[in-house]
Structure formats: structure tokens, C-alpha cells
T-cell receptor, first 115, second 115 residues
Framework: KQEVTQIPAALSVPEGENLVLNCSFTDSAIYNLQWFRQDPGKGLTSLLLIQSSQREQTSGRLNASLDKSSGRSTLYIAASQPGDSATYLCAVEGDSGGSNYKLTFGKGTLLTVNP | DTGVSQNPRHKITKRGQNVTFRCDPISEHNRLYWYRQTLGQGPEFLTYFQNEAQLEKSRLLSDRFSAERPKGSFSTLEIQRTEQGDSAMYLC?????????????FGSGTRLTVV
């Protein structure tokens, strides 16, 4: 059974700081890995998707990396802003059972960027 | 296209009542998913449709839960005889797996409170 762990559970930083969120998964036979953002009481907004054959993806101030063999991904946020405050969720699609149609999520990292 | 739409946004019901939620996916997406998220947790997979066919149902879903996707368009999730443990955010997502980097798009969710 695929399991996803996110560290840290919560993170508070001053505005302007660069930061890294970590995600690990137990079954390396993934199809994709996707990072989402969730604002309080809201749905999920997709940030970045990395295919299993890729090493990283970038969008603006966000960079996500993937090391499939070690079961790890990181989300790097440059020059953080108060508007980045949210919960960041890591989700992997697929496992060695061939379930390439559902996401397994971590519990998320709650990020607070202080002005 | 305005994304994935879910209705209602909030639902408060008394224990024992039946509730139904609706999801309208992105029109060209052939895959539709339901997830459930409780406080402090990541979303958990409930069920998955490809067009009108329900291809998988999680063991998390008891017999009180039923989902449909008539004609492969919108979907409904019904919970019969609600219990307090059913209180959660119910999230719908859709995707179109034409390319490997086609990810998931989530709706804003329906928050259910059972009193």
C-alpha cells in the first residue's frame, strides 16, 4: 500500500525567505507526482506535476524535484510572500499494483509566511 | 470552461438523513474521482469513473454510499442514513488522460456537517 509522508507538518517563516517542503513515498512505482495548494476551507489548486521519468518541474517561484528511486520529492519556494500561506499537499499517482488512476496524499505542510 | 464545479458548498444535516452532492467536471474530461478529506488529513480516494463506468470503489465507502455518473457527464454522491463520522469535505476531481502530464483538477468541495 502506498504511503506518503510530508515533513514538516507546519512551517512559519518571515517574508522573503526561501524554503523547502519535503515529501516521501514508500512505493517507487509511481506514475506521476503532483503538488497542490489548499487554502483554508477550500479545494485543491494544482501547482506542479512531475512525471515519473522527470527530475524536476518549475513554475515561477516554485521548483519541484523528484528522486523516484529514493522515494522523495521536494518543493522549493523562492522569496516567499504572505500570499503563499496555505497548506501544501504532495500526492503520488500509482503504485506497484498498477493503480494509475488514483492519488495517495500526504497530510500536508501548513505554511505561514509572516510579513 | 470554469473548472470543476461542486454543489452545494456546505451542507448541514441531521443524523439519519440522506444527502446528495453533485459534481460537474471539466467538459472534455473522461475521468471523474471522489475524495474525502477530514480535518488535518490529506484527501482519501473514494471512487473513480471512466466515462459512465464506475471502475473502483474504496473500502472506505460503506453500503450507505453510492455514486453515479449518468451519460459520463456530471456525477452525484449520495450518503444514506448519515452518521456523525461522515462529517468531512467531499472533493471531486476530473482528468483527461490523453497525455501523461495531464493532471487532476479539483473542485472547491462540499463540506458536510452531520449534527
Amino acid at each position: 500500500k502506498q504511503e506518503v509522508t510530508q515533513i514538516p507538518a507546519a512551517l512559519s517563516v518571515p517574508e522573503g525567505e526561501n524554503l523547502v517542503l519535503n515529501c516521501s513515498f514508500t512505493d517507487s512505482a509511481i506514475y506521476n507526482l503532483q503538488w497542490f495548494r489548499q487554502d483554508p476551507g477550500k479545494g485543491l489548486t494544482s501547482l506542479l506535476l512531475i512525471q515519473s521519468s522527470q527530475r524536476e518541474q518549475t513554475s515561477g517561484r516554485l521548483n519541484a524535484s523528484l528522486d523516484k528511486s529514493s522515494g522523495r520529492s521536494t518543493l522549493y519556494i523562492a522569496a516567499s510572500q504572505p500570499g503563499d500561506s496555505a497548506t501544501y499537499l504532495c500526492a503520488v499517482e500509482g503504485d506497484s499494483g498498477g493503480s494509475n488512476y488514483k492519488l495517495t496524499f500526504g497530510k500536508g505542510t501548513l505554511l505561514t509566511v509572516n510579513p | 470552461d470554469t473548472g470543476v464545479s461542486q454543489n452545494p458548498r456546505h451542507k448541514i444535516t441531521k443524523r439519519g438523513q440522506n444527502v446528495t452532492f453533485r459534481c460537474d467536471p471539466i467538459s472534455e474530461h473522461n475521468r471523474l474521482y471522489w475524495y474525502r478529506q477530514t480535518l488535518g488529513q490529506g484527501p482519501e480516494f473514494l471512487t473513480y469513473f471512466q466515462n459512465e463506468a464506475q471502475l473502483e470503489k474504496s473500502r472506505l465507502l460503506s453500503d450507505r454510499f453510492s455514486a453515479e455518473r449518468p451519460k459520463g457527464s456530471f456525477s452525484t454522491l449520495e450518503i444514506q442514513r448519515t452518521e456523525q463520522g461522515d462529517s468531512a469535505m467531499y472533493l471531486c476531481a476530473s482528468s483527461f488522460r490523453r497525455f501523461r502530464n495531464d493532471g487532476y483538477t479539483f473542485g472547491s468541495g462540499t463540506r458536510l456537517t452531520v449534527v
